[in-house]
């Protein structure tokens, strides 16, 4: 059954991230941009951990997840090249790595078995070794799995997130920038993962656009899109 407030979660996570990377169009706004977007990557985090709860404890091995982590894993290397064009500075891969990993650490949790947590720990060490590389670095790739123990365990668990959150956030160099500082954008970051879990338990009646299988498409495709605005501009 379709969920209508997980469908809210994942538009509030796309119109965040747009309105994080218009940055690169309007530097002039960097600071307050920066600040909204720091809802983007914890929501997406939040997506990926409604849907993991979702699935049957113990049917790890299944085709649903192997779609899903098919999707994920061709989109971090679609995402690849119009990320580099609009950061061509940066020193990370796209996000898309950091979910596929968070993905798979999410999965070990939610399963519980022997081998999803050795596949999980597996994952995590590999994460460790990349940590910077990975957009969001290894905290990131655990953010998902502390979400699902948070949709699992309501109310006092959200505060496990949202320090996760924080952590994830910690290492980027813009944090402390701008006239918001660090504690506008930290504030934020913490908020983010309390915020989505709340509206993932409200009962929504108005009726949302579904974020289908589209909403992959639309990560590189905005990166793309900017990229060549700013070209123009």
Known sequence: MRSTSLDLVKWLAMLTM???HLRYL??????????VGRFAFPL???????NVSRSLPGDLYSENNFRYLSWILAFSLISEMPYRALSEMSNTLNVMPTLMLGLIVAWSVHH???TGLVLGLFTLTVSIVLHDRLMYGAFGVLLPATMVLAVQRPWITWLIPAVFSVLANSR????GAGPFGTWWAMATTFAAPLVGLWLLRQK?????WPVGRWGYYFYPGHLAVLALLRVAL
């Open 18 to 20: 747009v309105i994080d």
């Open 26 to 35: 309007w530097p002039e706004a960097t600071a307050w941009l920066f600040v």
């Open 44 to 50: 997406f985090c939040l997506g990926i951990a409604a």
């Open 112 to 114: 519980s078995d022997r």
């Open 172 to 175: 980027d160099g813009w944090i």
């Open 204 to 208: 929504i009646t108005q009726h949302i």
